[in-house]
């Protein structure tokens, strides 16, 4: 009843719409269940992009995230809304976020509304009244298709959520792919979503990029992860303690997160003899995250389903190379093995360790790479996603 009481709302906002000249430029508007550190770095870049053009605005369903504990930064360039400081009844959520996110979409005077979340009730029934009403709106997300094993019914029934959307932006290929596999038209997808400000990312470091700042033998190897199982971690503690078994000078491996698996992995480090040597710091906010990154030797994300790992983009940022499996979507744009750092089967913790001794016995090669990382950062700079947009609107007739 909420959604059809606030359709008369919607309908009576959207005539006085009519009225506004139509060469006044409308807000930009973007949509995600919170807005963390990454997601205000893309509306700061969008919003400076478009400065003196159109007005941005972000808008956050709720003021925390159901899965990660970072701090939202404060808005300096956009508007930041947030629509709901706690989480609502599960019974009254999706009905009630989808007519107050209509709402406010509409009191923005908005004709260009990008979503995240496509595949949420409430961000689905947002994408159709919107677009019913003559809105243009647009998707984002990371998805691909070999994110794990697919079935062709839920698959087409996943086609349906699309419907509504004018265009996309993804993440590299195989994302770009999957989307138009579900329906959003390949000349409609632009790239790419997944960013963050490599400024800010070295800024909050505090030292030099790697190979300057902490000295090649003071520097360890680090994994930035939630502690769930599609990360992989226990097979990364497998990897970590062949490892010290084939290097003459071992690093500690930090490990920064938290999650419901942190007690077995306590364990298995034990099992391991690994207990002296594994630093688990908990969650940390993306600022002690940088900070950590600073004294790194490189980076390792064995994930068995990984969307993408923005971890990479801020590795890069510090000029660190990574050890990455081939399910990760960064490494489509991102990682060049052998370059800036190493491909690797989730599976093969033996290959893991083979390329953490590399990188920490050779420091020439390190170096190497640690340049090379310095020249493939910007590829996931925020001003990539600034770009991603521009095109979207370009290709959708909104510029």
Known sequence: MALLDSAGEMTAT???????????????????????????????????RFAGRRKVVGIEIASRS??????????????????YEKELPRSLRELRIAARLTKQCLAERSRDIFLCNYDHPATFATAIALRLLGRRVYTMGPS?????????????????FYLPYCGGISSGKRARDYMRFLGIRADRITTEYNTVSI?????????????????????HLTIVARFVPKKNLSTALRAYAIYRRTTANPRP??????????????????ELGLREHVVFHGFLQTGDVAKVLGRTLAILLPSIE?????????????????????NCGARDRLVRSGVNGFVVEPDNPEGMAFFATLLSDDEELWRRMCFAAQQSAPLGDVERFADAVSSALTAAGAE
């Open 66 to 83: 159901v899965v990660y504990d970072w701090e939202s930064p404060n808005a300096q360039a956009f508007e930041k809304i947030t629509l």
């Open 144 to 160: 691909k298709y070999d994110d794990y094993p697919r079935s062709l019914w839920r698959e087409v029934l996943k086609s349906f």
């Open 14 to 48: 959207a005539g006085r719409e009519t009225e506004v000249s139509q060469t006044t430029a409308s807000p930009l508007v973007f949509v995600w269940e919170n807005l963390g550190p990454m997601h205000v770095d893309r509306c700061e870049a969008v919003a400076k």
């Open 253 to 270: 491996l930090h490990l920064c997160g938290s999650g419901p698996l942190e007690q077995s992995l306590r364990q298995q480090a034990s």
């Open 199 to 219: 400024d800010r990312i070295r800024a909050l470091a505090s030292v030099d990029p790697a190979p300057g700042g902490t000295p090649f033998r003071d520097r």
């Open 306 to 326: 990984e969307q993408f790992g923005n971890v990479v983009i801020e590795a890069q940022a510090m000029g660190l190379p990574v050890i990455v499996s081939d």
